[in-house]
């Protein structure tokens, strides 16, 4: 055996340590794999050894090569054994390595539960602090449930390194095993009052982080807190008790209003920066919760702004950065504090740091106004040029946009300007992921800014032309060809050029499939334009172009591999095949060849289109006809161009009605009709039948995704014959039915619509949407617009510049009538006539905003009007809100959202139940006297052994047991100090408590959150008056603390003197440590500026 | 919470990796280059505060760094945590360091990235703060050295010799004499 502890001593000596691996690593840099696999090898061979220190020495290099990327969790049992060593020096090195390796779900924790209960109970608190350390790092649920009461228990023991440590071990525990958390907690509370300094601070940790998510549960605690914010010098603590109220106030406005005074006290005589900081931030969170009914809050707003300017006016880039932080929060509910500060943060958009830029821009969106909205877009196009970093340049774009758009575009004044700012994004930024906002802003204004129309269609026209398409997008910039698309089929009457448009849209690019889709139905759209303009002209040979480009067109569209795209193309495609039938039949009966091409073309499945002879033939066909029908459609018999004619305009009937926008929740406000059941059969289907769309109503358009609406609203619009031939190859199987059915059918629905309060009645109201009204309506909206002039932008250089962005020349153009209007003021007054319409319906908006600027007035007039009208359902409004669960599923927090002063239920594991009960009694007590709980707690219960002596009896009582324990254990304590006169209060107190409880306990923790606005009540007392049941002493100093809460002018004074003489004697006797939070008024720099920072500068020994 | 510590020097080489919440070796280095992507193209004079860090965290989550000659402490922390806090706990860390290693410096880190993480175990548990107050990190740093040296006592003089051998920096072949029989003969003694 010793021969054995010599040899393993002197093989020890020659392996190598970590030094000799770092060493070693650092020589071999060129081939530095190689060595470490030669390292690794030798370390398995080490811990085969049955020496713990040789077994040591290798995890600890294990450990090394963990943080170079190594995965070391082969080794797991080994890093076991090294924990469960006796000497310190080995456990610590098993520990370190098992945080770093091990986690939640390592199935090897299963062999340390006993090991560390081991740890915990050890008589060396380094080794349960070491085990503790670890433990932090890897607690799973079944490692949180077997050690809660041995964590537990070092909560109470005697050496604050372990309580601190145990205290903060709870959280861990509570995030894995949350039954944990209600036996705890009053052990945690106490803790709030621990004698040590650091273990009241850990216990205000883990109540912050418990709060922090569900801070309801406790803000019962608030008049704890308050005590300790008024009486601690731990500017640690005080920051997290801060930042806790800061959460607990928006459920609580009594509080916020308690809290304003000590915070303001704190924000004037603090020096600490960070201390600053929080405070201004939760007085910012009081002033929020409590909008209204404080008198004078605009005093604390003000000196919260001013406080905000000084940071951020600061030359410590970190202050800036935390100052305009805090703004943003202001900017919600007191824009116009922040605003008298636009200097400042429009100086900060240029500021060389991105972490600054990018708050600035937060706060961009509350400092512009129709004024200044053109030159910050131009600085922000100016910096996204500039800019690196894609993410940067995203989040420049995302806001160019949200200032632009915010409040239905209040601040923009000219949309031919917004709309080439929009395309300049598009151009600037291909890899953007913002492509489906700035395709929504298109859309947008397309449809809301009727004015701006003509100029957004070949502005998109362009686009769709211009736009360089890749195969692989890095981004989803594409999607703003989807909208491109849509703008010019849905506006194609505004196009200059459509023929030239519909040969753009049927060029086959590598687009995504739902974008190509979008392409076909809006070549589709373009084509019934392009048809009935023929059809007027009595151009016969036009229309045979356009039916030859577009069939020629759809080729690749029928052999997409995306189904939508091919249905759709096939679909297009034999209406353009009918169309061509009734032209081939009319005017050219001697082509006998037509009807054949066409019926060639007809049996042609779509994956195999156009064999090369087809389009050959159809060009040879097409050819000769043009000399003929060129110059009239006299060509054609009378009664053939009638149905041509009547083709055509059924064709443009389907895209006839106008689109309004629709509001983004109207879909989900529209109430499902008691009887409707959408799994029913609306007609009994025929064999194969496609039920969906048996009764093309205006009702089943919510079914459909946008585009396809199309067809279904032409189809329920047009009361003609065919009703809706454009339906396609969708609506076939209606001709079962006969006209007198269907117009049948179509009363009775009507009938029971009128009858079903939930429909959306037609045309009652503005907002009403569907149906022959709707097109109507929208003849009126669209009347009130003729009048609007449409902006004339004098285009002085022809051809843009390449240097200067095109939207920069409306800027310009902004500037010079600025100019011109200051000379003569009579101008403006007839532009303001003009769109007097427009200044109506935004009469309400402009006077809400009139007062926000100083020079509104000055305001440049907008050019365009924007739509405000938005489809929605009778009744719902746009500002109703929906309860949005978007929490986190596994988020832990929320399994610890349990009512804490409630009184313990069943359903807690007994042994943890029991000892809580005990606890809690405690708890009571020294809720009571504070200064005599301790002697009073009796040890026994505390350190119970818990579980292991647990019984099946005492499973059994346990149902009754918990209350009845409560007041037991609690009447027991207090019948010892029955003398005491402020004990028979406490205990008074207590007897109500318990009887209370056991009734609740009846009523069970659903009654519970209804009683919150009474304890709430209890808590704003406690902070107001004196608990009767507070010692004496407790009183007085309280009270010495305490702010006067109706602030006498004699008072105050006191008052401050009062704290100031506190704060002068914590910077005195406060620790080392914290010199850089107090020092001198004078300075007004952070403390942390002037800790050493060179001090690893100075010193380095080497450069490596 | 804290939910990642790193230091790493100029060149993005790791000198102390604690994360507060598992993550794979492969993930973990990973998020030490994006870290480092992030932090090194900063200049010195902007602030300590970094958004992003699209591996670490997501929008709660802050990266707080200091910038100490060759090093970057960064600290991954969540809302909870006040900022300027942060950067004086990575202060006091350092300062705690520059005590234990008088006058520390980089080369300190690579060779006592295990003291370094006793050190920093003793300011932060399980992504909480536990200690601030550096005179008692100190003792509590202290009385364990204690204890180790305590422990090794007697047993490790011989490893000390060793080492203190080792650093000498004599020729590579002494270091690489192995003593394969004198084991081997030591086990032939055995019966």
């Known amino acids: ?1104 | 919470m804290i939910k990642a510590i790193l230091v790493f020097n100029n060149h993005g080489k790791p000198r102390l990796s604690k994360f507060y919440q598992y993550f794979n070796e492969d993930m973990q280095q990973q998020i030490i280059k994006e870290t480092f992507q992030l932090v090194s193209k900063r200049d010195d004079n902007v602030c300590n505060f970094l958004e992003g860090g699209s591996l670490i965290g997501g929008s709660d989550y802050k990266l707080i760094y200091r910038h100490y000659a060759t090093l970057y402490f960064v600290f991954c922390v969540d809302s909870s945590e006040s900022e300027l806090g942060i950067l004086d706990l990575i202060q006091v860390f350092v300062e705690t360091l520059d005590k234990c290693f008088e006058n520390v410096c980089e080369l300190d880190l690579i060779f006592h990235a295990d003291a370094v993480h006793h050190i920093l175990s003793e300011l932060v548990m399980g992504g909480m703060v536990l200690q601030t107050n550096m005179s008692d990190i100190l003792a509590r740093i202290e009385e364990q050295n204690k204890l180790q040296k305590q422990e090794a006592g007697i047993s490790a003089a011989p490893a000390r010799a060793v080492s203190a051998v080792k650093s000498m920096n004599l020729p590579q072949q002494i270091k690489d004499i192995k003593l394969p029989d004198l084991p081997q003969a030591i086990k032939d003694l055995k019966f």
């Open chain 1, 1 to 1104: 055996m010793a021969l054995k502890m010599v040899k393993g001593n002197l093989e020890r000596m020659f392996d190598k340590n970590l030094t000799d691996l770092v060493r070693g690593i650092r020589n071999n840099k060129d081939n530095e794999a190689k060595y470490i696999a030669q390292c690794i090898e030798e370390i398995k061979q080490e811990l085969r050894q049955d020496n713990v220190s040789v077994k040591s020495n290798a995890v600890a290099k294990l450990t090394y090569l963990q943080m170079c990327g190594y995965d070391i969790s082969w080794a797991g049992f080994n890093i076991i054994e090294v924990m469960s060593s006796n000497r310190f020096t080995c456990k610590r090195i098993g520990y370190l390595a098992a945080s770093q390796c091990f986690h939640p779900d390592s199935e090897l924790l299963m062999l340390t539960t006993n090991m560390i209960r081991k740890d915990l109970s050890s008589t060396n608190q380094y080794d349960a602090g070491v085990a503790l350390s670890g433990l932090s790092c890897f607690i799973s649920t079944d490692l949180s449930r077997d050690l809660a009461n041995d964590i537990m228990t070092l909560m109470s023991s005697t050496k604050p390194y372990l309580r601190m440590k145990a205290v903060l071990m709870m959280y861990k525990v509570f995030l894995r095993y949350p039954e944990a958390l209600r036996p705890a907690f009053p052990k945690l509370k106490e803790k709030l009052e621990d004698p040590d300094p650091s273990v009241q601070s850990a216990a205000v940790n883990v109540i912050c982080e418990l709060a922090r998510k569900n801070p309801k549960n406790y803000l019962s605690l608030a008049p704890i807190f308050f005590k300790l914010m008024t009486t601690s010098t731990n500017n640690w603590m005080l920051i997290k008790i801060i930042k806790l109220f800061g959460a607990l106030t928006p459920l609580e406005p009594r509080l916020g209003k308690k809290l304003i005074e000590p915070l303001t006290n704190l924000i004037h005589s603090t020096s600490a920066m960070s201390l600053l900081y929080e405070c201004i931030n939760t007085v910012i969170a009081v002033l929020i919760s409590i909008s209204s009914g404080m008198p004078n809050h605009s005093a604390s707003i003000q000196l919260c702004v001013q406080k905000l300017r000084i940071l951020i006016e600061d030359s410590d880039q970190n202050l800036k950065y935390l100052g305009l932080l805090a703004m943003s929060k202001i900017l919600k509910t007191h824009p116009k504090s922040v605003q008298t500060h636009k200097d400042l943060i429009l100086a900060c958009l240029d500021d060389k740091d991105e972490s600054i830029r990018l708050r600035a821009l937060d706060l961009l969106y509350g400092m512009v106004s129709k004024k200044n909205l053109m030159e910050i877009v131009r600085r922000l196009l100016g910096h996204m040029e500039r800019a690196e970093g894609s993410s940067y340049r995203d989040e420049l774009l995302y806001k160019v946009i949200e200032i632009c758009s915010q409040g239905s575009y209040q601040y923009v004044t000219n949309f031919e300007w917004y709309l080439t700012v929009l395309v300049e994004l598009i151009l600037l930024e291909s890899g953007s992921r913002h492509g489906r906002l700035i395709a929504g802003q298109l859309l947008d204004v397309a449809i809301r800014v009727q004015a701006v129309r003509t100029f957004a269609v070949n502005e998109m026209a362009t686009l769709l032309e211009t736009y360089p398409v890749t195969a692989a997008p890095n981004g989803t910039m594409q999607e703003v060809l989807y909208a491109a698309a849509w703008i010019v089929g849905e506006f194609a009457p505004h196009l200059d050029g459509p023929e030239r448009t519909l040969a753009v849209l049927l060029q086959p690019k590598p687009v995504a499939g739902h974008i190509q889709a979008v392409y076909v139905q809006n070549a589709l759209k373009l084509f019934a334009h392009l048809v009935g303009e023929a059809v007027r002209q009595r151009d016969g040979a036009a229309i045979e172009r356009h039916c030859q480009t577009l069939a020629e067109g759809l080729r690749s569209y029928l052999s997409s591999a995306d189904i939508e795209v091919q249905e759709r193309a096939s679909s297009v495609y034999f209406l353009v095949v009918l169309l061509r039938e009734s032209l081939g039949g009319g005017a050219n009966q001697q082509h006998a060849a037509a009807p054949v091409a066409d019926g060639g073309l007809l049996e042609l499945t779509p994956d195999v289109p156009g064999e090369p002879g087809d389009g050959g033939g159809e060009e040879a066909r097409a050819a000769p006809d043009e000399p003929v029908a060129t110059g009239s459609g006299g060509h054609y018999p009378g009664a053939a161009w009638d149905e041509i004619e009547q083709i055509a305009t059924d064709l443009q009937g389907l895209f006839a009605s106008e689109l309004n926008p629709v509001a983004p929740k109207a879909q989900r406000k529209v109430q499902l009709p008691e009887e409707l059941d959408l799994d029913e059969w609306i007609n009994q289907p025929p064999p194969s039948a496609d039920a969906s769309s048996a009764d093309g109503g205006s009702s089943d358009e919510d079914k459909f995704p946008l585009f396809l609406t199309d067809g279904g609203r032409g189809g329920g619009g047009g009361e003609r014959e065919t009703n809706g031939g454009g339906d396609g190859s969708r609506s076939y199987k209606r001709i079962e039915y006969t006209q007198e059915e269907l117009d049948k059918m179509r009363q009775a629905r009507l009938l029971e619509q009128t009858n079903n309060p939930n429909y959306l009645k037609p045309a009652k109201t503005k907002k009403a949407s569907g149906g022959d009204y709707h097109h109507q309506q929208q003849q009126q909206q669209h009347d009130c617009y003729d009048d609007i002039p449409i902006a004339e932008i004098a285009l002085e250089v022809p051809l843009q510049i390449h240097s200067t962005k095109r939207s920069d020349k409306y800027l310009m153009d902004a500037e010079r009538a600025t100019r011109v209007f200051v000379g003569k003021s009579g101008g403006r007054k007839e532009k303001g006539e003009k769109s007097g319409k427009k200044s109506k319906r935004r009469g309400k908006k402009s006077k809400r905003y009139s007062d926000e600027s100083d020079s509104e007035s000055d305001d440049p007039k907008p050019l365009h009007v924007v739509n405000t009208v938005i489809e929605l359902p009778e009744g719902a409004i746009l500002s109703d809100t929906e309860d949005k669960n978007n929490a986190d599923p596994n988020d832990p927090h929320r399994a610890l959202d349990i009512d804490l002063d409630a009184p313990f239920e069943d359903d807690y594991p007994q042994e943890m139940k029991r000892k809580a009960a005990n606890q809690r009694s405690v708890m009571l007590l020294r809720d009571g006297d504070g200064q005599t709980a301790k002697t009073n707690r009796n040890p026994a219960d505390d350190h119970h052994p818990g579980g292991t002596t647990t019984t099946d009896s005492k499973h059994r009582s346990r149902r009754r047991g918990t209350a009845a324990a409560t007041e037991r254990s609690g009447s027991k304590h207090a019948d010892r100090k029955h003398t005491d006169r402020s004990d028979e209060q406490q205990q008074q107190q207590q007897v109500d408590g318990g009887g209370a409880g056991r009734e609740k306990q009846k009523k069970k923790k659903k009654s519970a959150g209804k009683e919150r606005p009474d304890e709430a009540d209890a808590i704003m007392l406690m902070i107001d008056e004196e608990t009767p049941a507070k010692g004496r002493t407790a009183k007085e100093k309280e009270k010495r603390s305490k702010p006067p809460k109706d602030g006498g002018a004699a008072n105050e004074v006191v008052e401050d003197g009062d704290v100031k003489e506190k704060k002068k004697k914590h910077s005195k006797k406060s620790s080392k440590h914290h010199h850089h939070h107090h020092h001198s008024s004078s300075s007004k720099k952070s403390g942390y500026e002037e800790m050493p920072a060179q001090s690893l500068g100075g010193v380095s020994k080497d450069a490596i």
